[in-house]
């Protein structure tokens, strides 16, 4: 059990690039999901897969954004036409079905310039 | 809808006293409840959660929370301060069947020697 996995570490982008970062969640975990922490917030959730399944997406996930996770293991979040309001860490975080909480990756944190 | 808060931005303490951060919850039907702390430029680390059961649940690194119904609260507690506790830490509340969780905006604690 290596953790939840996240790259890469940081990203710096200009305005208007797309940009894609990986989770490589823990390996028996099923379930997956996405937060975007801003500077002084608490993390927000944006999206949750159960396998390949995408069930469940916030508002905030905006048409620029797209997440999938095509064999029900690792996980890429895309951002189309980044802004500056993108720049945030991006949390990648996975869990056992039938167990209430979960693990935490170290982030992707995204500055876009 | 299902919403935590954390009252204090900012908790100070000495090395050795005992610390407290509050959280207050609102929600409907039974809460699941979650500390986890944050150092800097890192993921979110899982100190402890609260299903049911004892009202005092006890976590990693000594720290413990006392859940109270009538107050709708869930703070978090340790005997004994240490400056390696310094970081910020965060209450969650489980959003719904699917497991993704409702965060407050966090409690910077500092601990000085």
């Known amino acids: 059990d290596t953790g939840v996995s996240q790259n890469p570490r940081h990203k710096i982008t200009k305005r208007g690039q797309n940009v894609t970062f990986r989770c490589d969640p823990i390996?028996?975990?099923?379930?997956l999901y996405w937060y975007r922490q801003t500077l002084g917030q608490g993390p927000e959730f944006l999206t949750y897969f159960q396998n390949e399944a995408q069930l469940e997406k916030s508002r905030l996930l905006s048409d620029r954004f797209s997440a999938e996770r095509p064999k029900g293991s690792f996980s890429t979040l895309e951002i189309q036409r980044t802004e500056q309001g993108d720049s945030a860490m991006y949390l990648c975080?996975?869990?056992?079905?039938?167990?209430?909480?979960?693990?935490f990756g170290s982030g992707t944190r995204l500055t876009v310039v | 809808a299902q919403s935590v808060a954390q009252p204090e931005d900012q908790v100070n303490v000495a090395e050795g006293n005992p610390l407290t951060v509050k959280c207050t919850y609102s929600v409907s039907g039974n809460p699941y409840l979650f500390w986890y702390v944050q150092y800097p430029n890192r993921g979110l680390q899982f100190l402890l959660k609260?299903?049911?059961?004892?009202?005092l649940v006890k976590g990693s690194y000594g720290f413990e929370a006392e859940f109270n119904k009538s107050q709708t609260s869930f703070h978090l507690k340790k005997p004994s301060a240490l400056v390696s506790d310094s970081a910020l830490y965060f209450c969650?509340?489980?959003?719904?069947?699917?497991?993704?969780?409702?965060f407050g905006k966090g409690t910077k604690l500092s601990v000085k020697p």
């Open positions: 609260y299903i049911t059961g004892d009202n």
């Open positions: 390996s028996e975990h099923n379930r």
């Open positions: 969650a509340v489980r959003d719904g069947g699917q497991g993704n969780l409702i």
């Open positions: 975080a996975s869990s056992l079905s039938g167990v209430v909480g979960y693990t």
